[in-house]
């Protein structure tokens, strides 16, 4: 019998990288261990995500900053910050960058796809993927990934990004077209983090989410026929600990400096 392909996306592939016990937490173990509060700043990525996704859906001509307040209102997620006032000056923040960032946008283009799930299959993966915007430029597809987090990124961020390569990978296959371009958005600075792909380069992306998904079935398979999960799922600690959705029940992470649900968004108030 065929081995059955691994359903994954980037999310659950990149879960397994950064920690394998992590990993066994999320997907593994039923019931799920309890997990920690909701963090400020995946509230503030959720939050400017769709209000970008329903920019889009407005008519082109109603598509201008004077929506935008409109918009980031409807879609705010207040949980995981210290205080009112800290949410305040959050979503001031977001605003501000949504302000600039549609300023650079075209508002009669069309994208390909906005939140766009994307999917395609391997002798390994049944892999699909909500890419944030998929742009037509030129006969090609282009992967646009928004990001709202305090560092700023490079070309080289966006070179190694799995994810991003995974969904150029579907998107050829989807769409019928060329797609080797993918792009890191960082609304904060304005800046374009991109990285033109080869199909070589591709595949060397897909045949490594491959071996993941090999590891990960045979860790899988291992614990079903009664071996050790802390042994087939070991943890990897480090700085993520501080910020893991596990570290209260992880033994691993008894040692990390916990962090605040709201510790990244903080910077906000000094800037």
Known sequence: MPERLFVCTPSKLGTYVDCPRRYRYTYVDR??????????????????HTALKNWYALPAARRSAASLPTLLKATWVREGYRDVEQERITYRKALEWLDTY??????????LGVERVVATKTGVLAFNGRADRIDARD??????????????????DA???????????AAQ?????????????????GTVAAHEHTEESLARQVARAEDTARDIMAAEKAVAAGADPDAE????????CGWCDFRRVCPAAADAQPKEPWTSVEHLERA
């Open 139 to 156: 006969g090609e597809a282009v992967i646009v990934d928004y990001k709202t987090g305090r560092s700023g990124l490079d070309a080289d």
């Open 233 to 240: 799922f070991p943890a990897n600690p480090g700085l993520l």
């Open 159 to 169: 070179r190694g990004s799995q994810a991003l390569a995974l969904y150029a990978y």
């Open 102 to 111: 549609v300023a650079g946008l075209d508002p009669e283009e069309e994208p």
């Open 31 to 48: 019931p799920s261990p309890p997990k920690g509060p909701p963090w400020a700043h995946n509230s503030l990525g959720a939050s400017v």
């Open 173 to 189: 296959r989807v769409f019928r077209r060329p797609c080797r371009r993918v792009e890191l958005h960082h609304l904060p600075t």
